[in-house]
């Protein structure tokens, strides 16, 4: 079923607005009548953007993939989303590098005009947040970019950034990971976009984990910071939640978050639990168990009025942090 979720502000008289989330546990089931959770809600609500968090369960099979996503981003344009975000490596989760390195594409391959014409179909903008890209370098290094690649609704790439941050870790019960062996390390940021939605700041999974990069992307103008992950079984009951609302919180932005759920094969599982936080750390969305949608409305008056009053950026002491913070040149 379709669940409408109304969630309050804090008990503050300037942050009294109700903010609308969209709740669809399972696109099998998404005919049923709205319900709502708390009281109604004003009839401005209804003119705020509305963005579409794409949750699914990657395989080596990419056609399968694109299938899936595909059913998604149209039940997304269906409902009135103007933006959907699916999940790093929504294009597949191999098995191995040297898998991973055989199944990726260029730019221009023919996976990527299939997403550029479903953005034209649909009319949407896409975040395809984690590309197996072979970049202009693959045949000297022989390895990709974990690339998040941002389409309009006329299926033109406005913008690309390549995963800066690489995870390269051993979780004890998790399983190691060790995204270097096949993925090169991106060479920069990229500034926030302009969308339908708001000036989006791009990044990818583990780059959540370093608030320098939130920090530079809210100070050059995001007011949506975007983290499109495969996260694990392990850090993800521990660290997922906690980080996003950290991130909302000390930058003052919303916070969209697309995750891999489920078993990929027999090798790899993700948590899950797609979700939307907006500035004052709220879960304004969130996924179930499963594949599916969840969307929120972005409410840029909201954060505009609550920076006005909790102007922390005008209190930063950049000459105590050095570089820390600093707006991306």
């Known amino acids: 079923m379709v669940l409408l979720g109304f969630i309050t502000r804090p008990p503050h008289r300037f942050l009294s607005l109700l903010c609308p989330g969209l709740r669809i546990p399972q696109l099998s089931v998404l005919c049923a009548q709205p319900r709502p959770r708390a009281m109604a809600i004003s009839s401005s609500s209804c003119e705020l953007p509305l963005v579409a968090v794409c949750q699914v369960t990657s395989t080596p099979d990419k056609q399968q993939n694109f299938k899936t996503?595909?059913?998604?981003?149209?039940?997304?344009?269906?409902?009135?989303?103007?933006?959907?975000?699916?999940?790093?490596?929504?294009d597949f989760i191999a098995r191995d590098p040297a898998e991973t390195l055989h199944l990726s594409e260029p730019l221009g391959g023919k996976l990527l005009e299939e997403y550029t014409q479903l953005a034209r179909e649909c009319g949407l903008w896409l975040s395809l947040g984690g590309f197996h890209e072979r970049g202009q370098d693959w045949e000297q290094t022989q390895k990709i970019y974990n690339c998040h690649v941002l389409l309009n609704s006329n299926g033109a790439v406005v913008a690309t950034y390549r995963k800066t941050h690489l995870c390269d870790v051993e979780i004890p019960g998790q399983g190691p990971m060790c995204e270097s062996n096949s993925t090169m390390p991106g060479p920069s940021l990229e500034s926030p976009v302009s969308t339908p939605a708001g000036k989006i700041g791009l990044a990818v999974c583990y780059d959540m984990r370093f608030p320098e990069l939130s920090l530079a992307l809210a100070q050059a103008g995001a007011e949506i910071l975007t983290y499109p992950s495969a996260f694990g079984s392990v850090t993800g009951p521990a660290h997922w939640e906690v980080l996003l609302r950290a991130r909302a919180i000390e930058t003052q932005?919303?916070?969209?978050?697309?995750?891999?759920?489920?078993?990929?094969?027999?090798?790899?599982?993700s948590y899950g639990h797609s979700m939307v936080v907006d500035p004052w750390g709220t879960v304004v969305a969130r996924c179930s168990e499963g594949p599916g949608l969840c969307l929120a409305r972005i409410d840029l008056n909201y954060l505009r009025q609550l920076r006005q009053h909790l102007p922390v950026f005008q209190h930063r002491r950049p000459d105590l942090y050095g570089n820390l913070g600093h707006p991306l040149s």
């Open 69 to 90: 996503c595909a059913e998604l981003v149209r039940e997304a344009a269906r409902l009135g989303a103007c933006l959907a975000f699916l999940p790093e490596a929504f």
């Open 253 to 269: 932005c919303y916070v969209v978050a697309a995750a891999q759920c489920g078993r990929h094969h027999e090798k790899r599982a």
